[in-house]
């Protein structure tokens, strides 16, 4: 069993940087796929950024990348998301998602991809 707590989200101007953080509990976070997801009021919720396990590569949504880096501190297990450039459609609750490699299926950009799931952490980003 894997538990996801994310942090960092908070009210941001357009232009602005904020970095959220993934740790996790009960598991090596090593060799598990990691990806964020966000989820803006009455929209569905939607891929961000993937890390497959350390070592592995990454993939965006192309609305973030560019913008948005994706990258983990193994001797910390926690998966960050550096966030730069800031716009009000990034508003969201971003949510953090977790799981093993022996499960993954190769559809990183797929909420259904993933056994485990943060709380969430809001984000907004102010005109």
């Known amino acids: 069993q894997v538990q996801l707590v994310e942090s960092g989200g908070g009210l941001v101007q357009a232009g602005g940087s904020l970095r959220l953080s993934c740790a996790a509990t009960g598991r090596t976070f090593s060799s598990y796929a990691v990806s964020w997801f966000r989820q803006a009021p009455g929209k569905e919720r939607e891929f961000v950024a993937a890390n497959l396990w350390s070592g592995g590569t990454t993939h965006y949504a192309d609305s973030v990348k560019g913008r948005f880096t994706i990258s983990r501190d193994n001797t910390k297990n926690t998966v960050y998301l550096g966030m730069n450039s800031l716009k009000p459609e990034d508003t969201a609750v971003y949510y953090c998602?977790?799981?093993?490699?022996?499960?993954?299926?190769?559809?990183?950009?797929?909420?259904?991809?993933?056994?485990?799931w943060g709380q969430g952490t809001q984000v907004t980003v102010s005109s």
């Open positions: 998602a977790a799981d093993s490699s022996a499960r993954y299926s190769g559809m990183h950009y797929s909420r259904y991809e993933y056994a485990y």
